[in-house]
């Protein structure tokens, strides 16, 4: 498994580049747009927090003598045509989009255990909240859907770089007891840049890519978390750190080791990077037996970029 190390030095790559993302007012995803206003991009932002949001452009435009755009969409990535109207206000000003970086996430919530213990049989009528698999599994598949459409645009010759960049986690791919319902909308982030690598590439140029942190010093990591990994001698990641990697697999469309920068997951845990999906298949022989990697392998090569699932008989 690799280091991946960031490579601050391309950021300049992403300067007049137009990128949307979500979950820009706050935490990691506000060093993103930091950073890429930093570079030159020209940034269009989308977060249900319309304070912060404001907060956060009349912050970075007073603190960055810069010449490119900023702009900020109330956006509840829960929603179809919010994510619809982000990419549309983009395409609108600038004629194209290059990258989109899903960033928008909410963790477990207190009180809002679904295997609260004190459940019996008359409380558990009540249906339980689905927000946390609507905001961070349902809400990514609508913006990667509809990134695919917009960065497509005007680049049938493929001449441009385009890409997309979801945030995933350390529970993407890593037990983390007690995170019951984020943690398997998490792996569903890491199953899409699986599904999808091969055929985004493929079908029309674009790349996509993971990264995904251990517990990162914003307020999604509660006092409670940070202490758990203090305990244990685990540094949090500082969000600017986090910031880097995504500017990284966005800025750099092709590495000396790793060749064609798409379909990576990069592991963050204290600010340093690894990535856990170019040589996962190496290892199959060793958990699934030498007969059952095998056929993992050639079902994994006939299937390519999967039409045989969707197209018309
Ligand atoms: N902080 C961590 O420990 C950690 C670790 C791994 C992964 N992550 C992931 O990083 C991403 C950013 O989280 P963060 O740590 O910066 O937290 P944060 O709370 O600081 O930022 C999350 C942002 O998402 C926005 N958001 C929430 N619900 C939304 C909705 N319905 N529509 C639009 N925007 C919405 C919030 O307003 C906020 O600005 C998330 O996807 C999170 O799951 C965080």
Redesign the pocket.
């Known amino acids: 498994m690799p280091q991946f190390q960031p490579v601050p030095s391309s950021f300049g790559a992403l300067k007049d580049q137009v990128v949307v993302l ?9 060093e993103i747009v930091r950073k890429l206003y930093q570079a030159g991009a020209h940034v269009v932002f ?4 319309e304070v ?1 949001c404001q907060a956060a452009v009349d912050g970075l435009k007073s603190e960055i003598p810069s010449s490119s755009g900023l702009f900020f969409l109330r ?4 929603r179809y045509e ?1 994510n619809l109207a982000l990419f549309k206000c983009a395409y609108e000003k600038y004629g194209r989009v290059d990258h989109a970086l ?6 477990e919530q207190a009180g809002k255990n679904w295997f609260d213990p004190k459940l019996d049989l008359s409380s558990v009528t009540a249906a339980p909240s689905t ?1 946390l698999v ?3 599994l349902t ?1 990514v598949l609508y913006f990667a859907r509809i990134a695919a459409v917009y960065l497509r645009q005007g680049n049938d010759g493929r001449a441009q770089d385009k890409s997309i960049c979801l ?5 993407s791919f890593k037990e983390q007891g007690g995170l019951f319902v ?1 943690q398997p909308a ?1 792996h569903g982030v890491l199953g899409l840049v699986r599904s999808t690598r091969k055929f985004l590439d493929r079908a029309h140029g674009i790349r996509i890519n993971t990264v ?10 509660t006092a409670a ?1 940070a202490d758990v990994w203090a305990a244990q001698g685990v540094r ?2 500082d ?1 600017r750190a ?1 910031a880097d990697y995504v500017l990284t697999l966005t800025s750099v469309p092709r590495d000396p080791h790793v060749g064609n920068v798409t379909g990576l997951a990069v592991f963050v845990e204290a600010d340093k990077g690894w990535e856990i999906e170019k040589d996962l298949d190496r290892c199959d022989a060793s958990w699934l037996g030498e007969e059952m990697s095998r056929n993992a392998a050639k079902i994994e090569a006939a299937l390519a970029s999967g039409t045989a699932w969707s197209d018309p008989q």
């Open positions: 979500t979950g820009g007012a706050n935490g990691i995803g506000l989308g977060d249900i927090d912060a956006t509840d990535v829960r919010d899903s960033i928008a996430g909410v963790t927000d609507d905001i961070n809400g945030l995933g986690s350390v529970a984020y998490k995904c942190p251990s517990a990162t010093r914003t307020r999604m990591a978390v949090l990641n969000p986090v």
